[in-house]
Every structure is written in C-alpha cells, then in structure tokens.
C-alpha cells in the first residue's frame, strides 16, 4: 500500500505480512517526513492527530484500511 492510501501524502510503497506491520511502516515513514519538516506529511499528520479526537471516525478509518489491505493480492501487500 501506498503511503496516500494509509493517510499520508506521497506514493512511497510499504510492503508487509501484516496490517499491524504495514501501519508501523507508515507511521515511521510519517514520523520520518515530519522530521524532515515535509509540508505536506505534516499537514497529512496533523489532519490524522485530528481524527483521533473522535475515536468513532478513527476506527472506521483503521476498518476500512485494514479492508483494503486485506483485499490486496498477496504480492502486491
Ligand atoms: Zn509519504
């Protein structure tokens, strides 16, 4: 999955066995950018940390990303 496709902002691909395993890789990947002071990852972060105010809407995000993740092909997760 792409970096865009887990809320982020760039088309950096993640590759991983396990969903679990794929959000960690983004998070990183997120945490790293911000770091960098990349704009648009900051913005992508900043409207994530927003969405975790509302436990309701984060875990129907979490649930329909975990469904995308799901229905990839194995070589392509
Ligand atoms: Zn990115």
Same mark, same amino acid.
């Given at each position: 999955m792409?970096?865009?496709q887990?809320?982020?902002?760039?088309?950096i691909?993640?590759?991983?066995?396990?969903? #679990?395993? /794929?959000? #960690?890789?983004?998070?990183n990947?997120? =945490?790293k =950018?911000?770091? #960098?002071?990349?704009g648009?990852?900051i913005?992508?972060m900043?409207? =994530? /940390?927003? /969405?975790?105010?509302n436990?309701d809407? =984060?875990?129907n995000?979490?649930?329909?990303?975990?469904?995308?993740?799901?229905?990839?092909?194995d #070589?392509l997760?």
């Open positions: 792409t970096c865009r887990l809320g982020g902002a760039c088309d691909e993640f590759r991983a066995q396990t969903f #679990e395993q /794929m959000a #960690e890789l983004s998070r990947h997120g =945490m =950018m911000f770091q #960098e002071h990349d648009a990852h913005r992508a900043e409207e =994530m /940390m927003e /969405m975790t105010k436990p809407q =984060m875990k995000w979490h649930e329909s990303r975990k469904k995308e993740f799901d229905s990839l092909p #070589e997760s």
